[in-house]
């Protein structure tokens, strides 16, 4: 099956997109797979006791990730806002549909390293604040030291919460081991955020009580977020579902499709994926290195995900053009490539080769050469001022929908 045969974007008139930046949201999420599709499909047109659906996917859940029982949620996000109530108000639903009021509740503080303070599309701190919880900053953006950590520790103290993400800063944080033994000696529990991540197993051994991951990324399933850890504790992220997480409803088509994507991530060929992703970023390598201006490195993945992608640096004077105005005709072109461009101020961004379907590596190497030999061709250097270009991304944000 060609997914780009009869491709439905055509029809409802949006911008057939290449993917190139990996698992963003923004764009879809991920490649959902055609064993998911099939499952979901399959569900659709029946009803179900969402009570049992949830229970048969806490087992898979525990299968997976070797936590005691799990629950899907809407979202990775959800999962962190319905796992800090419940560790708040456990499985009393007087309390839970009183939040985000606390008063009276015996511990509302969540603890955080500051450079774990992370926007994902939206700021992790409204995710906890969300709950009615108070958010307590520890340490400085770029050092976090035990001590600082225990000392933001007390009995208000409800969960540490840690992420996982490329998004953190990458130096001078506690490791996941270090925070959770800190918090642990607090009688305090940790979640960890780990929703990008391809490990399902080692954030738990590493000392997290709970673990929160995206169904719809790296797990190519449908729009869901899965939560591991104790059944105390899970039992009470579902409760949330009569309270504060009703608004975070997950349907059974998200529930089917973190179940199979779980499933189908046991199954899949791991190795082969990543020689195919090796191969795309070859070929990416050599066409690129071939362009003035451009230096292309194959670079791993920062939080140690198995998979690498393409740094692109753009010299604007060898290339007479900056990285951000490449990425933008990029994505204005036909066909829009989207690149991975949020250090886009360092002069390169980045090609990600994870969720690009049969043939459209070469179609990314294409556009690439065809806008880097436009650019030398313009009499001045094509540079934006990059304060302007990042105004008016915000501004055309804000002017949706038109
Ligand atoms: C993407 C992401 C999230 C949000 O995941 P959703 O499932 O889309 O809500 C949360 N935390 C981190 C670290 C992420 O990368």
């Known amino acids: 099956m060609n997914p780009l045969q009869n491709d439905p974007r055509i029809e409802y008139g949006l911008r057939p997109v290449i993917n190139a930046s990996g698992t963003m949201t923004g764009l879809g999420a991920s490649i959902v797979s055609p064993e998911t599709v099939e499952a979901v499909a399959s569900f659709l047109p029946h009803f179900v006791e969402m009570s049992d659906l949830q229970r048969k996917a806490g087992a898979v859940i525990a299968e997976a990730t070797g936590a005691e029982f799990g629950v899907v949620t809407a979202s990775a996000s959800a999962g962190v806002s319905q796992a800090i109530a419940s560790y708040m108000v456990g499985a009393d639903l007087g309390k839970a549909e009183r939040l985000p009021d606390v008063d009276g509740l015996a511990r509302t503080e969540v603890v955080m390293q500051i450079g774990h303070m992370v926007n994902y599309g939206a700021p992790i701190d409204q995710a906890v604040r969300l709950t009615g919880a108070t958010l307590v900053p520890v340490g400085t953006s770029t050092e976090t030291k035990e001590y600082q950590l225990a000392a933001a520790l007390n009995e208000r103290t409800a969960v540490g919460l ?70 105390v504790v899970v039992r009470g992220v579902y409760l949330q579902s009569y ?160």
């Open 243 to 402: 309270a504060l997480g009703r608004g975070m409803k997950v349907g059974k088509e998200g529930v089917v499709g973190a179940m199979v994507a779980l499933r189908s991530w046991a199954k899949r060929d791991h190795a082969a994926v990543r020689a195919k992703e090796d191969g795309t970023l070859r070929l990416w390598k050599e066409r690129l290195e071939k362009i003035p201006g451009i230096t292309p490195t194959i670079t791993p993945d920062p939080t140690h995900n198995p998979l690498s992608r393409l740094h692109v640096a753009v010299d604007p004077d060898k290339a007479n053009i900056t990285a951000w105005d490449l990425a933008d005709r990029l994505a204005a072109g036909d066909p829009p490539v989207i690149v991975r461009d949020h250090e886009v101020e360092w002069h390169y961004f980045f090609l990600d080769p994870c969720n690009l379907h049969p043939g459209q590596e070469t179609i990314v190497a294409e556009r690439v050469e065809q806008e880097c030999a436009w650019a030398r061709t313009q009499p001045a250097p094509v540079r934006s001022n990059l304060d302007d270009r990042n105004r008016a991304k915000e501004q055309a944000l804000l002017r949706w929908p038109d």
């Open 162 to 231: 840690y992420v996982v993400s490329h998004h953190v800063v990458h130096y001078g944080q506690l490791s996941l081991a270090a925070f959770a033994r800190v918090c642990h000696a607090h009688g305090v529990p940790v979640i960890c955020d780990a929703a990008s991540e391809y490990d399902l197993t080692g954030f738990l051994k590493a000392g997290a009580d709970v673990v929160v991951y995206s169904g719809h990324k790296f797990l190519s399933g449908t729009t869901s977020g899965i939560v591991a850890g104790p059944k």
